[in-house]
């Protein structure tokens, strides 16, 4: 099973949206309705930041949300704060029972 | 609150083995599946095997099948990553995750704890 593909950079400036993209199969991001993504800032462990395509684990700012279409998930960051400067990663299960992440898009608010 | 840690890390030969063990609480550990999920240093997320809440069904990354094995004791509160035959590309730091029930993807993470495979 491939890794999905993101973007490996990004940028933003405050008050800004952004939007990361994250590509898979039909095996995949396209297969079922479980993407999730996550946030880890350096040294630290991930967190949680969208599960089952769009949805907020309860205390996630609802500045971030989710998407999918076809074989293509998003996550989208709006009123960029400097806070939110960090790798995002997205994963999806597949058809063979096992996880996959993409490689992570790292995020720099200008 | 969810609490994970994990222990067992540390720097071990190629071939040899290794055991992680992760404690759980603040929650329902007997009914919550578990799984480890490692990141090599300075690359992305990998995740590497799943065990559910009564380890009747266990799932692996193909890079470590037949080298690694997942377990639980829940009378503990723990559960473990067997790792034999290591390689240096196990090297890693090793999250335990609690599975978010139904939605298959990875509600809350410990700390981790490294593993350097090197002669």
């Known amino acids: 099973q491939s890794a999905l593909t993101q973007p490996a950079s990004m940028s933003g400036s405050p008050g800004q949206s952004i939007t990361i993209f994250c590509s898979g199969t039909?095996?995949?991001?396209?297969?079922?309705?479980?993407v999730s993504w996550y946030q880890q800032h350096p040294g630290k462990a991930p967190k949680l930041m969208i599960y089952?395509?769009?949805d907020r684990p309860s205390g996630v700012s609802n500045r971030f949300s989710g998407s999918k279409s076809v074989n293509t998930a998003s996550l989208t960051i709006s009123g960029l704060q400097a806070e939110d400067e960090a790798n995002y990663y997205c994963?999806?299960?597949?058809?063979?029972?096992?996880?996959?992440f993409g490689g992570g898009t790292k995020l720099t608010v200008l | 609150q969810v609490q994970l840690v994990e222990s067992g890390g540390g720097v071990v030969q190629p071939g040899r083995s290794l055991r992680l063990s992760c404690g759980a609480s603040?929650?329902?550990?007997?009914?919550?599946?578990m799984h480890w999920v490692r990141q090599a240093p300075g690359k992305g997320l990998e995740w590497v095997a799943h065990?559910?809440?009564?380890?009747?069904?266990?799932l692996y990354i193909e890079s470590v099948k037949g080298r690694f094995s997942i377990s639980r004791d829940d009378s503990k509160n723990t559960v473990y990553l067997q790792m034999d035959s290591l390689r240096g590309e196990d090297t890693a730091m090793y999250y335990c995750t609690k599975d978010l029930s139904k939605h298959w993807s990875f509600e809350s993470w410990g700390q981790g704890t490294l593993v350097i495979v090197s002669s």
């Open positions: 994963s999806s299960f597949t058809t063979t029972n096992t996880w996959v």
């Open positions: 065990i559910n809440h009564d380890s009747t069904s266990v």
């Open positions: 039909s095996n995949d991001i396209g297969y079922y309705n479980y």
């Open positions: 089952d395509v769009t």
């Open positions: 603040g929650f329902n550990f007997r009914s919550s599946a």
